[in-house]
């Protein structure tokens, strides 16, 4: 670039000599070559530098949204080269890394179930032996609800390694969503009156038509939503759940009364580990799977503050057949 940059100012110079000298005919000659030959190096650096930085730009962008592994064709031997290079061995870095830690997790869950299963059954069955009465009882007790509560954190996990490795699979059916969603309500109902935590369910105006879905997903994103609800909300003592069919979509909301979340975290809660400014204990994925779940269905999951306080939960699923789908790697 220097050494074009120094010929073109020659030639300039070259041009403005003739005219001191009254060669104009030449003076025209020359700056035309100079026109020719910035025009020339503007699409040659259009070429061979910004259209291939814009590109590498793009898919460095790709990679922060998780395409780990993608790799860009190397034009030269350049610059641009040098850092296309770069960036691919990043891209595979990464993806080896994600990788491993995707097994690591897959691992560790697996080896954490059948303990933990053991532990849930024993606590189960002590607690019902007669001999075990006040302190101990309790004791019981609370470990059988944090094994529970370990377990949930243990099958996320799974889940996300699925996700993650292209294990991840929808089993799609002609299902009820409505009595899906009463039926999450019924399954969390207790637990959720356990905590003093009110539920409001309004019940859709006219019927909904069946939808393309797989019950156990769908109704495991419901349970993971109710549970959010009542963990960062329950200090709201309510939460109001409705289920409404417009136009060609189904609309789920979930609402608590709660403190809500902070603008600056909202763009962010659906992203795996985050958990922002909550205190609440758990692995920060749930959401990520929920929002997952949904997206493969064909549908959205916004979150969101509510108007007047706590935060509000919008699922959208299409009705028609053709919307959902079963993605397989």
Known sequence: ??????????????????????????????????????????????????????????????????????????????????????????SEKVAVAEKTRTEFISRVSHELRTPLTAIEGWAETIAYDDAVQGDSLRGIQIISKEAERLTGMVSEMLEFARIQDGRFNLRIEMIDIAAELEDAIFTYGELMRQAGVEVKYDQPSKPIPLIPGDPERLKQVFLNLLDNAVKHGGDGRKVEVAIAAEGSIVIITIRDHGHGIPENELPHVKEKFYKGSSKGRGTGIGLAVCDEIVARHGGRLLIENAQGGGCLVTVTLPLRGGEAHEKKN
């Open 1 to 90: 670039m220097i050494v074009s940059g120094i010929g073109a100012l020659m030639l300039l110079l070259g041009a403005v000599w003739c005219i001191t000298r009254g060669y104009g005919l030449y003076a025209v000659a020359l700056v035309t070559l100079v026109c020719f030959y910035i025009i020339g190096m503007m699409l040659w650096f259009w070429s061979r530098v910004s259209d291939p930085l814009n590109h590498l730009t793009d898919v460095a962008r790709r990679i922060a949204d998780g395409s780990y592994g993608i790799q860009v064709e190397k034009l030269g031997d350049d610059e641009v080269g040098d850092l296309t290079d770069a960036l691919n061995e990043m």
